[in-house]
């Protein structure tokens, strides 16, 4: 199973782009990396997943360098709201593989 | 998307008393299903992965006799806490995983508040 690491905590000001990263040092070549978001007393939910390179969605942006070692999460132009813990996880080759989440990073947005 | 729903979404028993919680695919099937546990301030912590008509596999440290999973057809698993103590209040959250093309997105229940007293 790929262990991931990423920052504990990030504070971000409001209308600000924020850009989290996770290092997965052992990705296996099927696994697939995938980011959750979540909210106090709420289950994760998705934002972005992707392979290679870079993935957007109207919420996030994923990249993703060549040696796939790590990857970056971005989000524009964040709002009070964003305010949650993020999640990055690695796995999902097309089995029922079990996922570890890692401590995740939990982001502050100021006004 | 697809929706996995969790019930109750919070609840409050007795020490020594038994709770079930039910997680729900609700528009697409699952052959497997997984449930975490989570205290506060800490991130998800796996504790079994529960198998559409088999038995469920748990994790390493929790036991199979105190968390009992049942996976009772395609869109249905329920973990039962049994003889619940207050250690055993925490955040209980089940997901399912969705196959599209070669690739799996997992959908998480809303969570499960279990306060025992």
């Known amino acids: 199973l790929a262990k991931t690491t990423q920052p504990i905590s990030m504070d971000s000001y409001e209308g600000q782009e924020v850009n989290i990263t996770c290092s997965h040092n052992?990705?296996?070549?099927?696994?697939?990396i995938t980011w959750y978001q979540q909210f106090p007393s709420q289950g994760p939910r998705f934002i972005i997943q992707?392979?290679?390179t870079k993935v957007t969605n109207e919420v996030a942006s994923l990249f993703i360098p060549a040696d796939r070692k790590s990857s970056t999460l971005s989000l524009p132009r964040v709002s009070l709201s964003d305010t949650a813990v993020y999640y990055c996880?690695?796995?999902?080759?097309?089995?029922?593989?079990?996922?570890?989440f890692g401590s995740g990073t939990q982001l502050t947005v100021l006004p | 998307g697809a929706v996995v729903s969790q019930h109750p979404s919070w609840v409050i028993c007795k020490s020594g008393t038994s709770v079930k919680i039910e997680c729900r695919s609700l528009d697409f099937q699952a052959t497997t299903m997984f449930w975490y546990r989570q205290f506060p301030k800490q991130s998800l912590m796996l504790m079994a992965t529960s198998n559409e008509g088999s038995k469920a596999t748990y994790e390493q440290g929790v036991e199979k006799d105190k968390f009992l999973i049942n996976h009772a057809s395609l869109t249905l698993s329920t973990l039962t806490v049994t003889s619940a103590h207050p250690e055993d209040s925490s955040f209980y959250i089940c997901?399912?995983?969705?196959?599209?093309?070669?690739?799996?997105?997992?959908?998480f229940g809303e969570g499960s508040r279990l306060t025992v007293l």
């Open positions: 052992n990705i296996a070549t099927n696994d697939y």
């Open positions: 996880l690695v796995g999902f080759s097309g089995s029922a593989r079990q996922l570890t």
């Open positions: 992707g392979y290679k």
């Open positions: 997901s399912a995983p969705n196959w599209r093309g070669g690739t799996g997105e997992l959908f």
